[in-house]
């Protein structure tokens, strides 16, 4: 599987010009520890068979492929195909990492995971996980997305961890950020940091690729036995870059695969109200590594908007900087709008209702389909279903 891009980053955690560790010295020392402990666990069968079994039984993998025949027919062109994540256990495929930042906490002896949420969706994946694993869980929480995201906060608490909202700033995923940071430098020896994407400091980036790519493994081997062929396309959305990376990396090394990432125009490119970052972004530095980022002149990230709140960041995962670079990986935008009758269309005419999020990557395939012959086939990884975003759908439509 794709060896020259697995053996990326390099020992200082860069992909190309991206990545790395743009942080205090006595941080790098504990990131560095990290990264020893991953590559000591990874290679043990204890760690790996206790992972591919929870994969298995917990999440419930492998998830299915599947044609989405109504849908092709009705957009016309190539067949359209989905990698169901949205059937995992917790609903997305946010699991897959959780459970293996909170399996690796454990063999590191850590007595705490610690974490921001924005909509909740990680907090509720990472929650679940450390339930699971038997370990402390704290989440940190704007008090808006509190009170937004009702469902998942419920989910939460039931679940065990510690909820910690956030009554600064804008007291939203920033400052959520900022706050379960504090928490977590006051003892980071015994505390763990779980990132919820491919996004922050060395080793995350590529500890979170690693644990996606299952995703790309059995979509591979999947797609192989059920059409005989490999995917001539393959699209995911794109906020930190974790499930299209997950889906990716099976595929980079296979030459007539391409490979499209999908971002949020959110009300349009022309306006501030967005969250396209590799499309407009420009090179910065922002939670502690270096990628395209949406800045001022000053370098400070600039407030983005996605209708979809888990799209909705001014950062991207540096492997992704790096394979837009060098032009493995194109980089398209939807706009909320075409979202949105995706997400419709999609529920509609396959009875699948997909996270906002995912009805990105949806929009994008629909788009593509309609311009290539029927003998093309295009997979989209569903990353994640629309169950949270019902009510607000349901008003947003007035349906
Ligand atoms: C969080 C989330 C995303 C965005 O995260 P990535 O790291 O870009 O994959 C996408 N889809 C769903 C369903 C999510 O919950």
């Known amino acids: 599987m794709a060896q020259q891009f697995l053996d990326m980053p390099n020992k200082d955690g860069y992909f190309g010009e991206y990545g790395g560790q743009i942080i205090p010295p006595e941080l790098k020392a504990i990131m560095d520890d990290i990264n020893a402990s991953y590559d000591k666990v990874r290679e043990t069968a204890a760690f790996q068979d206790e992972l591919q079994e929870l994969y298995a039984d917990y999440v419930g993998r492998p998830s299915p492929i599947y044609f989405a025949r109504r849908l092709s027919e009705?957009?016309?062109?190539?067949?359209?195909?989905?990698?169901?994540?949205?059937?995992?256990?917790?609903?997305?495929?946010?699991?897959?990492?959780?459970?293996?930042?909170?399996?690796?906490?454990?063999?590191?002896?850590?007595?705490?995971?610690?974490?921001e949420t924005g909509a909740g969706?990680?907090?509720?994946?990472?929650?679940?996980?450390?339930?699971?694993?038997?370990?402390?869980?704290?989440?940190?929480?704007?008090?808006?997305?509190?009170?937004?995201?009702?469902?998942?906060?419920?989910?939460?608490?039931?679940?065990?961890?510690?909820?910690?909202?956030?009554?600064?700033?804008?007291?939203?995923?920033?400052?959520?950020?900022?706050?379960?940071?504090?928490?977590?430098?006051?003892?980071?020896?015994?505390?763990?940091?779980?990132?919820?994407?491919?996004?922050?400091?060395?080793?995350?980036?590529?500890?979170?690729?690693?644990?996606?790519?299952?995703?790309?493994?059995?979509?591979?081997?999947?797609?192989?036995?059920?059409?005989?062929?490999?995917?001539?396309?393959?699209?995911?959305?794109?906020?930190?870059?974790?499930?299209?990376?997950?889906?990716?990396?099976?595929?980079?090394?296979?030459?007539?695969?391409?490979?499209?990432?999908?971002?949020?125009?959110?009300?349009?490119?022309?306006?501030?109200?967005?969250?396209?970052?590799?499309?407009?972004?420009?090179?910065?530095?922002?939670?502690?590594f270096e990628c395209y980022i949406l800045q001022n002149s000053e370098g400070e990230p600039l407030p983005v908007y996605s209708i979809a709140s888990g799209l909705d960041y001014p950062g991207v995962g540096p492997q992704h900087c790096y394979l837009k670079d060098i032009e493995r990986v194109q980089y398209e935008t939807i706009d909320d709008k075409e979202c949105l009758e995706a997400f419709m269309t999609l529920s509609r005419l396959e009875g699948i209702i997909p996270a906002l999020e995912s009805a990105h990557a949806v929009a994008a395939a629909m788009k593509l389909a309609q311009t290539l012959p029927a003998d093309k086939n295009i997979l989209v990884n569903l990353s994640g279903r629309g169950d949270k975003d019902i009510d607000f759908v349901a008003e947003y439509l007035s349906l």
């Open 74 to 115: 009705k957009v016309g062109g190539a067949k359209i195909f989905f990698k169901r994540e949205d059937l995992n256990h917790t609903g997305a495929h946010k699991i897959n990492h959780c459970l293996g930042e909170a399996l690796l906490a454990k063999y590191m002896g850590k007595t705490k995971v610690l974490a």
């Open 121 to 288: 969706q990680h907090g509720v994946a990472l929650a679940a996980a450390c339930a699971l694993v038997g370990i402390d869980c704290e989440i940190h929480m704007g008090e808006i997305d509190i009170a937004k995201e009702h469902p998942n906060v419920t989910r939460m608490k039931v679940l065990g961890c510690k909820l910690v909202p956030v009554t600064r700033g804008t007291k939203t995923l920033k400052d959520a950020v900022d706050s379960a940071f504090e928490e977590y430098v006051k003892d980071p020896v015994n505390f763990f940091y779980a990132i919820g994407s491919v996004v922050g400091p060395h080793p995350f980036p590529r500890m979170v690729r690693d644990f996606q790519s299952i995703v790309g493994i059995e979509a591979r081997e999947q797609f192989q036995a059920k059409q005989g062929c490999l995917p001539d396309y393959l699209m995911a959305c794109v906020g930190g870059g974790s499930n299209a990376i997950g889906l990716f990396t099976a595929f980079l090394d296979d030459e007539n695969v391409q490979m499209i990432g999908v971002e949020p125009a959110g009300k349009g490119l022309d306006t501030p109200d967005h969250a396209a970052t590799l499309t407009l972004g420009t090179k910065g530095g922002l939670h502690g």
